[in-house]
């Protein structure tokens, strides 16, 4: 993605330079028409935001407040050289927040969440964790084990505002009854201390307060390297229904229909604009009471590089590529909510994490229930009014390898023909001037290998080679850019990009173990580097290029 902003550049390379260090990634979120942000000038180029733009901080990465206003990295309109495309974009864009515009996204992701995997005998993979968001009405369970959390920070009336995450649920269906895991603070709105005394870094949002309008998180998608780059992949999101909700009377806004879409569809827009449905609500599991009548309000997808949206029949059946994850929630209102779904047979409720059904026709599935987050529900008997999870995201783990060979200068290498990247990244190519991006999650051990590495900023459909060496070396020119792995060179897996991204490893179809593919036998460290096809005319006629390279120590 881009962003819009007076330096862009000189921010992007801070912000890349931020990431190689370690520090926190960055957090892509959106807010809902009630907001106050909404209507207010946004931080990169003054342009007055709207309930259908993706933010991020002004800082880039949550920081301590006072924060400035967010910045819009992905527009809801047609901004060049992207957006989402939504027609009724320019007749929203400032109208202040509490007059409904038509464009409202209520859930955001970019295809490259994390996979949540099964417990496998021999491989124990690392614990799931979700970062979520819920809505101003949403109280928590004071039994929650942590501070600050939703139960706390909602006295203050700033839960709305916040993305708290999950303290550990269990790698399988955690459904009514299992016990409380609860959730602990991840980002605050505003950065500031709470009523409670809690600080956490934020986002630039307004705090609602006691007694005060505040805004609203609807959308969040975080911890994936490529969301300040131009984009080149997929955005995939849902719109708002048009019907009431049940605690104020007022109509939701309708952003759904006024495209011709249902609040229960998963759409997505191509880099070239392009938009249309992936998952129509039906085989979610969705208005079965008939068309309109649920609202999809969080959204975690992996994809599994296939075309189009291949529907779990099984648990975990994701994980060996045969289908795409797609993990939701459904906004409070919806009639899907009190009838019994198709995994445990409980009441489900608008805290609660879904999957699609195993059946056609069937009704959604419990994947964790919102007592598991800490959030509290009719179903428990503790409130009267369930808690609405109202954005989700599946955190990827902190990397397992040393980035090094990143592009330009600082590297000890030019690229081939002043093609310089951005620091943590390959020469930039056709499509990406910043360069494309290896990163890495899971476990380097050779007899419990949860490796996946993932590769994004290449041209769409690009030939992508994951290659191992038993040596590292400074950057030497190898076509449109820099090779820096060297000694016994091992080529793993070959696939085919989906939309510019790319991943290799445990679950991905068609690939498997790293270590076995490597030979790794021994504990020791080896080198990885994509080499991909860029074929467009670009810069030397070699049509290949590379992505930064990852030193990987594999233990036993």
Not at 129 to 142: A, E, P
Not at 193 to 215: F, H, I, K, N, R
Not at 525 to 541: E, S
Request: aromatic share 8%; net charge negative; with cysteine.
């Amino acid at each position: 993605m881009q962003l819009r902003i007076a330096t862009p550049v000189a921010s992007l390379l801070l912000a890349s330079a931020a990431h190689a260090q370690g520090v926190p990634q960055l957090t892509v979120f959106g807010i809902d028409w009630l907001s106050p942000t909404v209507g207010v000038p946004d931080s990169f180029g003054g342009v007055p935001i709207t309930e259908g733009d993706l933010l991020l901080p002004q800082t880039l990465v949550p920081a301590f407040g006072p924060l400035a206003q967010p910045g819009i990295t992905e527009s809801a309109g047609a901004f060049a050289p992207f957006g989402l495309n939504l027609a009724q974009h320019a007749v929203s864009v400032g109208h202040p927040g509490g007059t409904p515009g038509r464009v409202e996204v209520d859930a955001i992701s970019h295809g490259l969440d994390r996979r949540i995997e099964r417990i496998v005998p021999g491989v124990v993979p690392p614990a799931a964790r979700y970062s979520f968001s819920v809505d101003k009405w949403s109280r928590g369970n004071i039994a929650a084990p942590a501070f600050p959390s939703v139960s706390t920070e909602s006295t203050c009336m700033d839960a709305a505002a916040d993305v708290f995450r999950d303290l550990g649920v269990p790698m399988v269906p955690a459904g009514p009854g299992s016990p409380i895991v609860g959730n602990q603070g991840f980002h605050d709105g505003n950065g500031l201390a709470s009523c409670t005394g809690a600080v956490y870094p934020g986002l630039g949002l307004q705090e609602p307060g006691l007694g005060a309008v505040g805004d609203n998180l609807d959308a969040l998608d975080a911890d994936v390297p490529d969301q300040w780059l131009p984009r080149v992949t997929r955005t995939y999101f849902s719109l708002d229904a048009a019907f009431v909700n049940p605690l104020t009377g007022v109509p939701n806004s309708g952003s759904a229909p006024a495209h011709g879409f249902r609040g229960g569809d998963v759409l997505y827009t191509e880099p070239t604009g392009a938009i249309g449905v992936y998952a129509p609500a039906g085989a979610l599991g969705l208005d079965l009471g008939g068309i309109g009548t649920d609202d999809l309000d969080a959204l975690v997808i992996c994809e599994n590089g296939l075309p189009g949206f291949q529907r779990n029949t099984g648990l975990f059946d994701w994980m060996f590529g045969q289908t795409d994850m797609l993990l939701f929630s459904v906004r409070r209102g919806s009639a899907v909510i009190g009838q019994l779904d198709s995994m445990f047979g409980q009441p489900i409720e608008p805290g609660d994490i879904l999957i699609p059904p195993f059946v056609a026709g069937g009704r959604p599935g419990i994947f964790v229930s919102a007592e598991s987050l800490g959030l509290v529900t009719l179903r428990s008997g503790l409130a009267n009014i369930s808690d609405d999870l109202d954005a989700l995201d599946t955190l990827h783990d902190a990397p397992k390898a040393d980035e090094y060979c990143s592009s330009g200068p600082t590297s000890g290498a030019p690229c081939p023909c002043g093609n310089n990247g951005a620091p943590g990244r390959g020469c930039g190519n056709s499509v990406n001037p910043l360069g494309a991006k290896l990163w890495t999650n899971g476990t380097p051990s050779i007899s419990a290998d949860t490796v996946i590495m993932s590769g994004s900023g290449m041209p769409g459909s690009a030939s992508a080679v994951l290659v191992q060496g038993t040596l590292g070396t400074a950057p030497v020119p190898f076509g449109d850019g820099l090779r820096c792995i060297a000694g016994v060179q091992t080529r793993l897996f070959t696939r085919n990009c989906l939309a510019g991204n790319i991943q290799y490893g445990w679950t991905v179809p068609g690939t498997g173990s790293i270590a076995a593919a490597g030979g790794v036998v021994l504990p020791g460290t080896r080198f990885y580097q994509i080499f991909y096809r860029n074929t467009a005319p670009f810069c030397t006629p070699a049509v290949l290029n590379t992505t930064n390279a990852l030193a990987m120590t594999w233990v036993p």
